[in-house]
């Protein structure tokens, strides 16, 4: 499912980001540059980055 369509990131890529090793919701932002332009989906890109870190 694309969470981010500005940048074309899907919830997967959000997933994997942090299993890869970001710790933040503001690292998972650098590393994939979800929700840098309109920002329409920074709450839902939130949600899955702490929902994956087991912070919900
Ligand atoms: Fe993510 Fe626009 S949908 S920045």
Do not use: P, W
């Not at 709450?43 to 980055?49: F, M, T």
Request: with cysteine; glycine share 14%.
């Amino acid at each position: 499912m694309y969470v981010c369509l500005c940048q074309g990131i899907t919830d997967g890529q959000i997933r994997n980001a942090v299993q890869g090793g970001c710790c933040t919701y503001r690292d998972v932002r650098i590393a994939l540059g979800v929700g840098t332009q309109c920002g329409k989906c920074a709450c839902v890109a939130k949600q899955i980055a702490r929902e994956t870190l087991g912070e919900e």
